[in-house]
Nanobody, 117 residues
Framework: QVQLVESGGGLVQAGGSLRLSCAAS????????MGWFRQAPGKEREFVAH???????YYVDSVKGRFTISRDNAKNTVYLQMNSLKPEDTAVYYC???????????WGQGTQVTVSS
């Protein structure tokens, strides 16, 4: 069982920045692939970014160059640095763990990000 707790969401103006954090339980965090997803009102949940245990990263096209995913294995934490935010980035952001990529098995409760125009 892996528990994930997100934090760092909030309200920001367009062009601003936020950093999301996701703290994970478990002693083998460094072996997990970690991902961020988001769900906007009335839309399906979509993939945003993931980082492998070797810190290889991958992003959806819409956030490339603006978002950066990183991990701190000593703190069992994954981050999502979001810059140049746009109103269309407004969503609930979730982190997830894949014990065996791409099977996202554990999910956090989500954190709201709202970008005003």
């Amino acid at each position: 069982q892996v528990q994930l707790v997100e934090s760092g969401g909030g309200l920001v103006q367009a062009g601003g920045s936020l950093r999301l954090s996701c703290a994970a339980s478990g002693r083998t965090f460094n072996t997990y692939t970690m991902g961020w997803f988001r769900q906007a009102p009335g839309k399906e949940r979509e993939f945003v970014a993931h980082i492998s245990r070797s810190s290889t990263t991958y992003y959806v096209d819409s956030v490339k160059g603006r978002f950066t995913i990183s991990r701190d294995n000593a703190k069992n934490t994954v981050y999502l640095q979001m810059n140049s935010l746009k109103p269309e980035d407004t969503a609930v952001y979730y982190c997830a763990t894949a014990l065996s990529y791409p099977n996202w098995r554990y999910w956090g409760q989500g954190t709201q990000v709202t970008v005003s125009s």
